[in-house]
């Protein structure tokens, strides 16, 4: 079997940039990367990304940074410093450990990297082992805390869960722990399934109770009969949440909610109105730097 050994591409922004560089790569399909504090400027940050060579030509990666220039620009801020470098599989695993730490999330949940100890001070929390894989999601960034935050005050027992683009799973581990009875995964990436799987089984020894289906929601809700789940999870960009609020009412049984993270505040507008059409009431609205999380409830 071929190693899939990685690009690493390094480039520096200003901090205030952070949250739109984490939306575009969310945006492209990028969910490897890291950000640093820049040895050299106290006001810029040193963006890291990772990237499987074998996925990656020269091509596209030409393609990334005109597009990442793009953004920058719009922003006010140009960059001529793309540094791109090749690591080993081995490197690359040793290298996210060394950005990945013990997360405390809300009141009573942790996130802890799989190769960690659980720290005496966090002992009384929840705890989700995630191990990275693929890079999927840790809960470190704030469309999945929130998600977090707003999980673990709700009441799970018995309850049925779809979690649509589960990416590395961290959510679907999250309803079983908080005491789901039965949680259905979907993704379009076979990596992100795989990896969904794998911290499942890691926090609770077996797949029982966890169904996956790979690929688009449409297509696998009609060909599955996916319906009369209790909540529907959804943190995936806006953009897609927009062209599926009215498939996700389908799903949900009477009075069953959908709680929708990956929307910046300045898209919440258009995914309130879309609910409406869809005959949903907001239930609650959180955010969190320039992110919001928005829990609707089915009421026809």
């Known amino acids: 079997m071929e190693i899939n050994n990685w690009y690493k591409l ?14 575009k790569l969310n945006d492209l399909g990028i969910f490897s990367f890291a950000f640093e504090i820049s040895l050299n400027i106290k006001t810029n940050k040193k963006v890291i990304i990772w990237l499987p060579t074998l996925n990656w030509p020269e091509s596209l990666r030409i393609k990334l940074e005109r597009n990442i220039g793009e953004v ?14 090749v690591i080993e599989q081995e490197d690359w695993v ?28 966090y002992k009384n929390r929840k705890v989700i082992k995630i191990d990275p894989g693929a890079a999927f999601g840790t809960g470190s960034h ?19 869960i779809l979690d649509i683009g589960s990416g590395s799973g961290i959510l679907s581990v999250a309803v079983k ?18 990896s969904t799987k794998s911290n499942f089984r890691l926090n609770f020894g077996s797949l029982d109770n966890l169904k996956t289906y790979l690929g688009p929601f449409d297509d696998l809700v009609s060909k599955y009969s996916l319906n009369n789940f209790d909540y529907i999870l959804c943190n995936i960009l806006a953009d897609v949440i927009k062209g599926i ?24 507008d258009e995914i309130f109105n879309l609910l409406d059409d869809s005959n949903f009431q907001i239930n609650d609205v959180s955010s969190k730097k320039d992110w919001v999380c928005i829990t609707a409830q089915k009421i026809l």
Do not use: R
């Open 142 to 160: 704030p469309t999945t805390s929130l998600c977090l935050e707003k999980l673990e005050k709700i009441s799970l027992s018995g309850n049925k």
């Open 177 to 194: 722990l908080f005491g789901a009875s039965e949680v259905c995964a979907i993704d379009n990436d076979y990596l992100a399934i795989n």
């Open 72 to 85: 920058l620009d719009k922003n006010n801020y140009q960059t001529n410093y793309f540094e791109w470098n």
């Open 94 to 121: 040793s290298t996210w450990k060394k950005y990945w730490g013990p997360e405390p999330i809300g009141d009573n949940t942790l996130v802890l990297p799989c190769w960690l100890d659980l720290p005496m001070k």
């Open 10 to 23: 390094s480039f520096e922004i200003e901090t205030n940039l952070e949250e739109i560089i984490i939306w």
């Open 245 to 268: 609020i009215p498939e996700i009412s389908h799903c949900l049984k009477k009075d069953g909610e959908v709680i929708l993270s990956g929307i910046l505040n300045s898209q919440k």
